[in-house]
């Protein structure tokens, strides 16, 4: 069967563009939850889940047919084009972020650039032109941050107001487009400097800073990169399939543990949200020192504390607390293999018959098996931690691999995704 012509492709994406458009709308309609808006004070998230439901799958059809659409309209030569300066979008957001031009623009109402030009050197104390930020602002306008309803006027979009409003999402895009854009930058250099490196400490991070950490080292070297990856984080936990409630709380049978320990190789609200709903679960939280502040010990509610433990320890040490399971949440796939076995090796001396090893992360799929966003999210993620750690997401037998080469007492049991989550879980059960 020969594949249909462009322009029949085109009406073919059209149609499909207006019944999913229907399936969504009615659902809001029906739940009257409205949608989300580029304008101030409206919706920012779109309320239908990972679930397997209609309106979830017209909404993921949508986004791919439209894209398409967009890109046959546009055509091969000018999207290649298109593909190539599209560092431009992290510059003009990346000038945002640093000058704090959000928080300088009014909540509600405009400001002239002129005057905001002058507010940007009274609250972050940075100069940047008028004419600076007109070309600047209006690249960025054209990704719907800022909108100009009046000629030499700024005002918020819903989208650049989050970035005022919300410091979760002001810490994810200081993380990416200020501290991680110079080493996207430097990968490839990375690759030819050192082809097959498996090693942290020779990533796009190393060159762009010209210094010799591994980068989570390297985080706790600047108190304020730290926690603008903590927060960065925590929003990607947040984000729509990552909600630690859907994927982590509801995605594992934690009451069949009974009354036990978990040790928790993470930050810590990953813990506090499965203890408040599970209360016959204790948890010992454990971080390196560096990753420990004031404002993460006094994140553990009060009525928790007896019961979420935040303590140090380095995870490549050799464990010291002897627990039913080990939990280790968007941590294995930031080392590569040749360190993900040295950390189940370092549980070895920790484990009991039949404690658990419990992996909530990234399962790469195969090619073209999830929708355009999906899999648009999981390939860009892979990118992220080439980037930063010369690592990436493993495939199913990857994960088996993992633990059968650190230690052949491991049996690995499952994997599986849950409903309404983007990360899956793989667990593992020692057996001596």
């Excluded at 397997?52 to 986004?63: D, M, V, Y």
């Excluded at 919300?166 to 082809?195: E, Y």
């Excluded at 509801?250 to 993470?266: E, F, I, K, Q, R």
């Excluded at 968007?330 to 360190?339: A, E, Q």
């Amino acid at each position: 069967m020969s594949s249909p012509s462009s322009i029949e492709r085109m009406e073919q994406l059209s149609a499909l563009i207006s019944e999913k458009t229907i399936v969504l709308t009615d659902f809001l309609a029906s739940k009257e939850p409205d949608a989300p808006s580029l304008s101030v004070d409206e919706l920012a998230d779109l309320s239908v889940f990972p679930d397997g439901n209609e309106p979830f799958e017209a909404r993921a059809e949508l986004i791919k047919a439209t894209r398409e659409l967009h890109d046959i309209v546009l055509g091969p030569r000018e999207s290649l084009r298109a593909l190539a300066w599209g560092s431009t979008d992290q510059l003009s957001l990346q000038a945002v972020w640093e000058f704090k031009i959000a928080e300088a623009v009014p909540t509600n109402g405009s400001i002239t650039f002129d005057d905001l030009s002058a507010k940007i050197k009274e609250c972050a104390g940075k100069t940047i032109l008028p004419f600076q930020l007109r070309i600047l602002l209006r690249h960025a306008m054209t990704n719907q941050v800022f909108c100009e309803p009046q000629k030499g006027t700024v005002a918020h979009t819903q989208i650049s107001r989050l970035l005022a409003t919300n410091p979760k999402s002001n810490a994810w895009v200081g993380f990416l487009t200020g501290d991680l854009f110079p080493a996207f930058a430097n990968v490839v250099n990375v690759m030819k400097r050192w082809p097959g490196s498996q090693e942290p400490s020779e990533t796009g991070v190393n060159i762009a800073y010209s210094q010799d950490l591994p980068f989570y080292d390297f985080l706790q070297l600047d108190k304020g990169r730290a926690m603008r990856y903590s927060r960065a984080i925590e929003s990607h936990g947040s984000s729509e399939g990552t909600e630690i409630s859907h994927g982590v709380v509801d995605g594992y049978p934690w009451a069949n543990l009974g009354d036990a320990t978990v040790v928790d190789g993470n930050l810590g609200y990953v813990s506090v949200a499965i203890a408040e709903a599970f209360p016959r679960l204790k948890f010992v939280v454990q971080d390196t020192k560096g990753m420990r502040s004031a404002e993460t010990l006094g994140s553990v509610p009060q009525s928790l504390r007896n019961r979420v433990e935040l303590t140090i320890h380095d995870f490549f040490d050799v464990q010291p607390v002897v627990a039913e399971a080990y939990l280790f949440r968007h941590v294995f796939h930031s080392f590569t293999d040749k360190y993900s076995i040295k950390i189940l090796q370092s549980l070895v001396p920790a484990l009991r018959k039949g404690a658990r090893i419990l992996i909530n992360d990234g399962m790469l799929p195969e090619p073209g098996t999830l929708s355009y966003v999906n899999e648009r999210r999981i390939r860009t993620l892979d990118i992220v931690m080439l980037t930063v750690t010369n690592s990436g997401e493993r495939v199913l037998d990857g994960w088996k691999d993992l633990f059968r080469n650190a230690d052949p007492r491991y049996k690995f049991l499952r994997a599986w995704k849950p409903a309404r989550s983007q990360l899956w879980f793989i667990e593992a059960e020692w057996d001596p």
